[in-house]
């Protein structure tokens, strides 16, 4: 119950029904408050309990200073929690781990059980190992069987043994669009009372929700864990920047287009830690599905969250995904009651501000590592030559690839490194491949798979090119991955099914495959003449990442593309061909076809939306959602309060967290003599700490697998491996990509092991363990942005199991500082405008941390002494930013924390 110290408690009726809310007008200062704002300030009258949330805090978020910096802590209570299969396992994997830690503690295991509703989509799993057939969905839904049953098992158990937990099986879609097409309340209803739907995901595009007018974002799996088990997230009021559009986007451009703009805008402009609201006329031009795209980019732009409010759009996509009517009248009336209504003329309080018109958005792409790094459509084949200057070693200065003169290649026509390479397919034909050659095109990812109108028009351009006798060059894997079954079911109804099969893009799975590294093998011919000849090749995709090592590790360069252009450049084959000018091909008669040539109208991609898509296809896909197919039914399962752990077990394993664990907290200590683990330069993502795509024989993982008995053809993906961490610990900074300042020379999972004379180069994990054994804390050293990217739990939970107990970078992405606390490792920043070099810092130092003990008097110190055995001293800035999270870090961790107050309750 509420405390109700501004008398905030009313009643509001909605046709026959009536529900209990929490006035927004009843607190002053609240009608000036961006939505944003207002949403977190209804969750802090309503969840008022006199102690951890108090009137000043209620006062505080009234009075909102739009131009301060954050400071002001509050507690937000997330309505719910969603996860995907990837970040879901361990968090219920620690959740049974957490089971049986209480009752060796004396408390009832059946305590820990989710507070919250907290729902799963299994979406991370299928790989997309079949192509370009009819049977390829069967086929990739039967291996996803085989190398997860025991992950499936488990799963199957926790939505057995655990209330409020639901599990949406394999093959129905990817949980962003599952979330926005039925998840999603916009309002909640519970317990009588009507209030904003809000949440935390283990997924960072979480965001994706914002569209819908839902607050929420990505966590971490150790942070969603508490939310599940009631624990509120501790966060400081942010900053808001408004973003206004304006105008309508021009025919020709598409959603994806708008999102690489805006993405490449807040990254310029700077929005980490900040929640983005967009507001003014071009709203209202703006559909849901570009809507719900844009907030599905949040964290490539860096913010926190990237919200829409409520408007006539937002009504017309509840009713068209299948809500019923009492839900979309009252989602109408609480937003309007409570000021949460969009007004297209309104200037809120905003603390900073963006504008763009629409109609200034081109054809654009980004990579080919960031999804910042736009690239204008028609500037791609000339920013192409000069980029994969940065992928081929062997290059001179004049642009030419160095080999001995009998061997020289011809420079490509546009003065791009070239060194083509025959290949003879399996059917015995040729065919020749080069640097920029398009292995992989991808419609992929919940980012644009979810919008219809770039998903028709994919649908469009296939058909037209088949119609001029055009298709996939034969190096190309196409794959078609929506993320739910209603995208084929339009397709199936407009007739275009039979153009995407045609040109290669059969439907592969419903998952986010190729966006999260799951694109499968390139065929044997191609991969080989790739790997023997060190070409730099590339994918296009319709993703949101396209960081390096991520897609697939024969690709070196990676493209962020709308669904059309992913079709037409697996037609054009080629990054080096000019896809604005060049001619993509010929019909049947020798005449050139050129991109303009295929691509639809805006009225021919409408007309098919219009007529195709219906309430009837989502009622159909969603109606017994969690109920699985026979295969999931039939998987056998434990019972119980706890889980039955499989000894022999190579996927699903009982973490070491609580091991040792004692009722009271033992007191913080400095860390002295550490030694440096790894020494990393800037944007380090957490793709490049954590576990992720597929695992090597000649790895720590794939040795730990080859010992227990697993073939290497079922070693699966790191991802599908999280429920164990002993594989995910030596998977941890060990991407391809990942390049260790103390390890020169390298490229992967290695550093220098000092527990050796001459500190030889050795695995990351290896050493990890060396220095465990003789007692030795690890530090890591790192750049600007350090821990970027996805909320991927295993990068802290890695980190802290190799030992690190500290991190000193030069700044940080939200999620994953946050994360190293609740593991236990305490983040720490240069002081401003000093670095690793400014320093002289090597990474070859030991290092000594003091003035962390102050934690133990219940503050937080602003600085700690760094000191190192060859005479450097400085003092680190301390980013354990909240009370909340200084209370984890004295615990040893958030689970740790969380446990020890269900017990004291």
């Excluded at 000339?382 to 061997?407: I, L, M």
């Excluded at 991407?735 to 103390?742: A, V």
Aim: glycine share 10%.
């Amino acid at each position: 119950m509420s405390a109700n110290s501004f008398d905030a408690r009313s009643t509001l009726s909605v046709g026959d029904e009536s529900y209990e809310i929490f006035r927004l007008d009843k607190v002053e200062g609240s009608a000036r408050l961006p939505y944003s704002l207002k949403v977190l300030l209804e969750n802090l009258l309503r969840t008022e309990d006199g102690a951890n949330i108090t009137a000043d805090h209620i006062r505080a978020l009234g009075g909102w200073d739009s131009q301060a910096q954050p400071s002001q802590e509050i507690q937000f209570t997330p309505a719910r929690v969603i996860m995907q299969d990837f970040t879901g396992v361990p968090c219920v994997v620690d959740l049974a781990t957490m089971r049986e830690a209480v009752k060796e503690l004396g408390g009832d295991p059946a305590k820990i059980n989710p507070l919250a509703p907290a729902e799963l989509v299994i979406d991370h799993s299928v790989i997309a190992d079949k192509f370009g057939t009819h049977e390829a969905f069967a086929q990739n839904v039967e291996l996803e069987y085989g190398r997860n049953k025991e992950r499936y098992q488990f799963l199957r158990w926790g939505q057995t043994a655990f209330d409020e937990f639901k599990v949406v099986p394999p093959g129905t879609g990817i949980v962003h669009q599952v979330n926005i097409e039925h998840l999603a309340r916009t309002v909640m209803v519970r317990n009588g009372q009507a209030y904003p739907d809000t949440l935390v995901g283990t997924d960072s595009h979480t965001t994706m929700v914002n569209g819908l007018g839902v607050l929420g974002w990505g966590v971490g799996g150790i942070e969603a864990e508490a939310a599940m088990l009631g624990q509120p997230v501790s966060m400081l009021i942010p900053r808001v920047v408004g973003f206004k559009l304006t105008g309508e986007l021009k025919p020709g451009t598409t959603a994806t287009d708008l999102v690489l703009t805006i993405t490449e805008m807040l990254r310029k402009h700077g929005v980490v830690g900040k929640f983005v609201e967009f507001y003014g006329e071009g709203v209202s031009a703006t559909s849901l599905a570009n809507r719900a795209t844009i907030g599905n980019m949040s964290p490539e732009f860096g913010s926190t969250a990237a919200i829409f409010p409520i408007d006539d759009e937002t009504l017309k996509y509840l009713r068209l995904t299948g809500r019923d009517e009492q839900q979309v009248a009252l989602v109408e009336a609480y937003a309007k009651e409570q000021g949460l209504w969009l007004d297209p003329a309104a200037e809120p309080d905003f603390s900073e501000r963006l504008e763009l018109d629409l109609a200034t958005v081109v054809p654009s792409i980004a990579g080919p590592k960031r999804p910042q790094d736009r690239i204008v459509l028609a500037n791609a084949a000339e920013q192409f030559k000069n980029d994969v200057r940065n992928y081929v070693d062997s290059v001179d200065e004049a642009g030419q690839e160095s080999f001995p003169a009998s061997d020289a290649p011809a420079v490509a026509p546009n003065g791009a490194p070239s060194n083509p390479v025959t290949v003879t397919a399996p059917d015995g034909s040729t065919y020749e491949i080069d640097h920029g050659a398009v292995t992989v095109a991808a419609i992929t990812s919940c980012t644009n798979t979810s919008n219809p109108y770039v998903m028709v028009a994919a649908a469009l351009v296939a058909k037209k090119a088949v119609e001029k006798g055009l298709t996939r060059k034969p190096w190309v894997k196409t794959t078609l991955a929506p993320g739910s079954k209603v995208v084929t079911d339009y397709f199936d109804k407009a007739g275009l099914t039979p153009y995407l099969d045609k040109i290669g893009f059969n439907l592969v799975g419903y998952g986010c495959t190729t966006c999260i590294g799951n694109s499968g093998p390139l065929p044997d011919e191609v991969s080989k003449a790739v790997n023997d000849h060190d070409l730099a090749v590339t994918s296009v995709l319709s993703g949101n990442r396209n960081f390096e090592g991520r897609i697939n590790p024969d690709v070196k360069m990676n493209y962020l593309a709308s669904p059309p252009l992913v079709v037409a450049y697996a037609i054009a084959g080629s990054m080096k061909v000019d896809i604005v000018k060049d001619a993509l091909g010929a019909d049947q008669d020798g005449k050139p076809v050129f991109l303009a040539d295929i691509w639809p109208t805006e009225a021919e991609v409408n007309d098919v939306v219009a007529n195709t898509i219906g309430e009837d296809m989502f009622n159909k896909s969603y109606q017994d959602v969690f109920a699985g197919d026979a295969q999931w039914q039939a998987l056998s399962i434990p019972t119980g309060d706890t889980f039955e752990w499989d000894a022999e077990s190579t996927y699903v394993r009982k973490p070491p967290y609580f091991e040792g664990m004692a009722i009271e907290t033992s007191p913080v200590s400095d860390i002295t003599g550490a030694r440096v683990l790894a020494k990393l330069g800037d944007s380090v993502t957490t793709d490049h700490i954590s576990p992720a795509g597929a695992i090597k024989a000649d790895t720590p993982a794939g040795k730990y697998l080859t010992e227990h008995g697993v073939e290497r053809r079922d070693f699966n993906s790191y991802g599908s491996r999280r429920g164990n961490h002993e594989v995910m610990i030596r998977g941890t900074f060990a991407n391809i990509r990942l390049r260790n300042q103390i390890a020169p020379g390298t490229e992967g999972g290695y550093t220098r092991d000092f527990t050796q004379q001459d500190g030889p180069v050795s695995f990351i994990y290896d050493a990890s363990r060396n220095y465990i054994e003789q007692g030795t804390p690890l530090a890591i050293l790192a750049g600007k942005e350090y821990g970027s990217g996805s909320s991927r739990d295993w990068a802290a939970k890695g980190t802290a199991l190799l030992g690190v107990k500290a991190v000193i970078a030069e700044s940080y992405e939200r999620i994953h500082r946050s994360n190293l606390i609740g593991m236990g490792v305490i983040p720490l920043q240069y002081p401003a405008g000093q670095t690793a070099e400014t320093l002289g810092l090597t990474g070859e130092e030991a290092f000594s941390f003091t003035g962390i003990t102050e934690l133990n008097d219940g503050t937080t110190p602003r600085t700690v002494k760094v000191t190192t055995d060859t005479g450097v001293e400085f003092d680190a800035v301390v980013r354990i930013d909240t009370p909340g999270e200084a209370d984890y870090y004295r615990n040893g961790g958030i689970l740790q924390y969380v446990l020890r107050s269900l017990i004291a309750k």
